[in-house]
């Protein structure tokens, strides 16, 4: 989206920007949607708290209701998803499955808490969780992409009971299929889940965080200039 009121100083021309106060220098919010960053964490690294993080935080412990020795199985591991992986393993979770089509993604997801790594453009994703969890499918699966596809594979890849948690915003129009029958004897629940509780949530996660629960150096794949946003978004549009 376009904030109009978002410029560049030199040129005139607007800033591509996501939010509120995305890439502005001040920004007037609710006191309680603060917290109070410690010393001990790095000041760029933990803007990802406020957003990656938070959404992570709320779809696992809220939509989730995750206990200790839950199998998670995250697919898409970007921003989001990768943050989801590092708050798994920060709850107990017995086994972290990272989904995704590219290595590299997959690679790092190793070092954020992903005990086994699946590339569903190689094999097929539903068939590989299974197999990775005798023929269960995962106690919580979460959908950090919002495509019709991994709707699907999300919804399949959760055991009799468990639950398929959907945090990727989709395209307009965009819809996800589900087989009913399965969904209804198998009592298989599909939840949506955006973002944390900023008063109670934010500073439960700022402490994870302080304790070591989150590798923030290891999450950031690159940073950027204020004069690449842009590029940088469109990048971003493109996976």
């Known amino acids: 989206m376009v904030k109009p009121d978002c410029f560049y100083a030199a040129t005139g021309k607007p800033v591509y920007m996501y939010s509120m106060g995305g890439l502005a220098e001040y920004c007037v919010v609710p006191a309680n949607a603060l917290a109070v960053l410690p ?46 992986l590092q708050i798994a393993r920060a709850f107990g979770a017995s086994e972290v499955i990272a989904v995704d089509v590219l290595d590299d993604k997959l690679q790092n997801a190793k070092t954020l808490g992903a005990t086994h790594t699946v590339n569903a453009a190689k094999e097929d994703a539903v068939e590989r969780i299974k197999e990775i969890t005798g023929g269960r499918g995962v106690d919580v699966a979460v959908e950090a992409l919002g495509k019709a596809l ?32 399965r969904l209804v004897r198998r009592q298989v629940k599909i939840i949506g889940s955006y973002g944390a509780r900023a008063r109670q949530d934010l500073p439960q996660i700022v402490k994870l965080a302080e304790s070591g629960a989150f590798n923030l150096e290891n999450a950031i794949s690159r940073k950027c200039k204020f004069e690449e946003a842009n590029s940088a978004y469109e990048d971003l549009n493109q996976g």
């Open 39 to 84: 010393n001990s964490l790095p000041y760029t690294e933990s803007a990802i708290l406020g957003c990656a993080v938070f959404t992570a935080y709320g779809a696992l412990r809220h939509a989730a209701e995750m206990r200790a020795g839950d199998s998670v199985a995250v697919i898409g591991v970007g921003g989001v998803g990768s943050s989801c």
């Open 150 to 181: 991994t709707f699907s594979q999300c919804t399949q890849s959760v055991r009799d009971g468990g639950k398929a948690v959907m945090i990727g915003l989709a395209a307009t129009n965009v819809v996800g299929e589900v087989d009913i029958t």
